[in-house]
């Protein structure tokens, strides 16, 4: 596949261009020479690459570059296993920023390993990486700059590890599952690691259960649809603190309440056009969920309102004013809210770890009529299951 790159008469042009404090007249310039949509956007986000002089990727990584510093390097390490080390190359050589990378990282250069629980289909462990992270390409050094910083300004840089059952029986489908999975899959949408496609076990489905897409809680493939649900879900669990549906049971009636268009709801308020957004990624018409790369857009465009300072942005800020003034008088006066953190109540059977969901005759998947058809708020009794019609589901 062609790579999309500016020609060098174009570049010429616009290489002194402050890409953060362009001119109207240079913006009409770039709108007249930049001709790709995705060029275009890229280089007025984040400027050219110091190294090619191309639109970067990200506001440190030219996609370019850093693929060229990667293949020079794999040589000089291996996992052992062939497929891992392919699946991992993979990762580097496409990556559009340094979040979008895996690296090998020998076992000792890990230290304090302590053990912490078992999950579903393998054993966790916390430990420090002795190293770091890659962060961006070095130029006046020629190498990867390592950064020990990038997680809260962490002094060691705390990670954590996870043992596969099975591992050495690892195959390359489960390897292009996981790839086709990258975020979502580190919540638990997955499957034993030495199942190959053959098996009828993999017909089957594995997951955390309020993470995973109706449609597919039902028996349908992954996709990258229900990837999107599953990115709302998250979200909504990282802008409000609460995991979602911790304080009621992860059995057949949640998975009936999900499909007749159940979906988390706290009273810590977020911004209703992040709200917005969450709410178009858990619709329960998969084809109505917005792409990933409109997902970007919508998210960069918050991004770029809350960077700038002109009032035509200023929605979004006047929104996150009024729900910290709303959360700040809720959580001054509750016992749900210890010092800097959230406190709440997981009921013993909201199961947090991957597992087989085995659910029979569940409904099509529909969105609630509103807010009130289908309530969700602290306690399981607050689900009108009557208005479900289990009766027809549960046998």
Known sequence: MEELMLSSEVIEQIKDFNYQKLTSEQSLLIDKLILNEELKNRFKW???????????TAYVWCQLCGAKHFQQNFKNWTSGNHEVDKFIQKTQLKANNDREILEWIEYDRFENVEYLTKGGFGTI?????????????????????????????HENF???????????????????????????????????????????????????????????????????????????IIAYEVCTGFPPYHDIAHNQFLAIGICHGLRPKS???????????????????????????????????????????????????????????????????????????????????????????????????INAIDDNSIEYSESIESIDFTKLNLGTHLN
């Open 267 to 365: 009273n810590y308020k977020i911004p209703q056009l992040i709200l917005n957004i969450i709410s178009q990624c858990w619709d329960a018409d998969s084809l109505k969920r917005p792409k990933a790369n409109k997902l970007v857009d919508l998210l960069e465009d918050l991004y770029r309102s809350l960077r700038d300072h002109g009032t035509s942005n200023y929605e979004i800020k006047k929104q996150i004013e009024e729900v910290d003034k709303i959360n700040e008088k809720l959580f001054s006066s509750s016992l749900s809210h210890t010092g800097t953190s959230l406190s709440y109540t997981t009921n013993p059977q909201a199961v947090c770890t991957s597992r087989l969901l085995d659910f029979k005759n569940l409904p099509e998947p």
């Open 46 to 56: 984040y400027g050219l690459c110091n190294e090619c002089k191309q639109p970067k």
């Open 158 to 232: 705390p990670v954590v590890l996870k043992c596969l059952h099975n591992s050495q029986n690892i195959t390359a489908e489960f390897l292009k599952e996981i790839e086709s999975h990258m975020v979502t899959s580190f919540f638990g949408f997955c499957r034993p690691a030495n199942v190959v496609p053959s098996q009828d076990e993999y017909k089957e489905i594995y997951g955390v259960l309020p993470y995973v897409a109706p449609e597919v809680v039902r028996g349908k493939e992954y996709t990258k649809e229900s990837d999107i649900y599953s990115f709302g």
């Open 125 to 153: 462990y916390k430990a420090i990486w002795k190293d770091g992270c890659i962060e961006k390409w070095d130029t006046e050094n020629n190498q990867w700059k390592i950064s020990k910083n990038i997680v809260e300004r």
